[in-house]
């Protein structure tokens, strides 16, 4: 998993990237966000806790994934 072009380096880029993979179905562990964002495992964690305050999206067994939108309704 990669977007072309440069490799994120503030903040707001790291969470767009996950934003990105999220929303086009992917699942993703932290281990994985991590390797993608060129992260600790822990910080790769924390943006994924972060984005799941404002974004429809839950960590079970597989990885983080977004809620189905008929669950939402």
Same mark, same amino acid.
Do not use: K
């Given at each position: =998993? %990669? !977007?072309p072009?440069? &490799?994120? /380096?503030t903040?707001?880029? %790291?969470a *767009?990237? #996950?934003?990105?993979? !999220? *929303?086009h @179905?992917? +699942?993703?562990?932290? /281990?994985?966000?991590? =390797?993608? #964002?060129? #992260?600790?495992? &822990? @910080?790769?964690? %924390?943006?994924? +806790?972060r !984005?799941? %305050?404002v #974004?429809?999206?839950?960590? &079970? $067994? &597989? @990885?983080?994934? $977004?809620?189905? =939108?008929q669950?939402l309704?």
């Amino acid at each position: =998993m %990669r !977007l072309p072009g440069e &490799d994120p /380096e503030t903040p707001v880029e %790291r969470a *767009a990237i #996950l934003t990105w993979w !999220l *929303a086009h @179905g992917e +699942c993703i562990s932290h /281990e994985e966000a991590a =390797m993608i #964002l060129h #992260l600790s495992e &822990d @910080g790769a964690y %924390r943006i994924l +806790c972060r !984005l799941s %305050r404002v #974004l429809p999206i839950y960590r &079970d $067994v &597989d @990885g983080w994934q $977004v809620v189905a =939108m008929q669950e939402l309704e």
